[in-house]
């Protein structure tokens, strides 16, 4: 079978080639995907280059996230799951035509789910909905203030919060994307183009700031958003756009108005949290996407021999949507 692999740890470019391998077999209580579509997520590129939190075993294969249809199914394993269009919880090495998963890790696809939605189903909505509903605990009427908002994640969000009644001030660098935020449900929509952000949240929050802020950023951008915290505010970083640049928070700011700063990594939440749990707040996330909540947009689609192609595509600043390797 077709397999992208990566012997040594460097730029995409330049470690990637696609290989022949033997196909997937499955073990007792396992079945076989025959992977449809998956994405490729910031996180897969940090993986390949040696700079994630967790690293795999050489030679690789990308990729922790997609969906798939059980093509055969190990010892223990009803041969009813044939055919089934399903993701997969704690998947690895998804960038390869068969991908061998753990029966009960499975989770089906809605009908009414996409093959584009579904491959972007485990990793964004389940960051979005954990860190909003069990990180946080956002309540109804309360403000969240985010960065990135135009990512796939932020737009994940924004419809979270507002289907459980809290509101969102959504900082992004181009006010061209404040329509669709908005047809999202965004409440608030400012931009590096000119709008002056604390401003704005303290004309929104009388002066008082909000209780929660979500970082995907990092740097010198960090700085600012804990300025717009109020009192016992909790600022959750999640991602780091902004490389290794500082994050330059002043230490009086966080010791007078009593505020946390705090991560987030899913990896970590997967790793404290049981199977069926996840397995619930997945299902719900997929029929919630079968009623319509939007994964992201698609700005484009590769074959896995296309995969160098793909990745510098995915790497393009202002690129509209996900890059999602397909065959």
Same mark, same amino acid.
């Given at each position: 079978m077709r397999a992208v692999r990566f012997h040594s740890f460097g730029e995409p470019a330049d470690v990637l080639r696609l290989e022949d391998i033997p196909a997937a077999e499955p073990g007792p209580g396992e079945v076989v995907l025959r992977m449809l579509a998956r994405p490729i997520n910031p996180a897969d590129l940090l993986v390949i280059r040696g700079h994630y939190g967790s690293l795999p075993a050489l030679p690789a294969t990308p990729g922790n996230e997609g969906v798939g249809i059980v093509e055969a199914v190990g010892p223990g394993v009803g041969a009813g799951l044939v055919g089934l269009r399903a993701v997969a919880l704690r998947g690895a090495g998804t960038w390869q035509e068969l991908v061998r998963a753990r029966a009960d890790h499975l989770v089906s696809v809605p009908d009414g789910v996409s093959v584009e939605a579904a491959a972007q189903a485990t990793v964004n909505p389940l960051s979005a909905w954990v860190m909003l509903h069990e990180v946080l605990d956002v309540q109804p009427g309360q403000?969240? %203030?985010q960065n990135a908002s135009g990512s796939a994640l932020g737009r994940l969000v924004i419809q979270l919060a507002h289907a459980s009644g809290a509101r969102t001030i959504n900082h992004v660098r181009r006010l061209d994307q404040a329509s669709e935020l908005k047809r999202l449900g965004a409440d608030e929509v400012t931009s590096e183009e000119g709008d002056d952000l604390l401003r704005k949240v303290a004309a929104l929050t009388g002066g008082e700031g909000v209780p929660f802020a979500l970082d995907a950023v990092g740097g010198a951008g960090s700085a600012t958003l804990v300025r717009a915290l109020a009192r016992d505010g909790v600022l959750l970083v999640h991602g780091s756009l902004a490389g290794r640049e500082p994050m330059g928070l002043s230490a009086g700011r966080l010791l007078t108005y009593s505020l946390t700063v705090r991560g987030f990594w899913l990896n970590e939440w997967l790793a404290r949290t049981s199977i069926g !749990? !996840?397995? =619930? #707040?997945l299902q719900s996330l997929l029929a919630s996407m079968a009623g319509g909540l939007e994964a992201g947009p698609v700005a484009g689609s590769f =074959? %896995?021999? =296309? #995969?160098?192609?793909a990745v510098e595509r995915a790497q393009e600043r202002g690129r509209d949507g996900k890059i999602l390797l397909c065959g």
């Open positions: 403000w969240i %203030l !749990q !996840q397995r =619930d #707040v =074959d %896995l021999s =296309d #995969v160098h192609e």
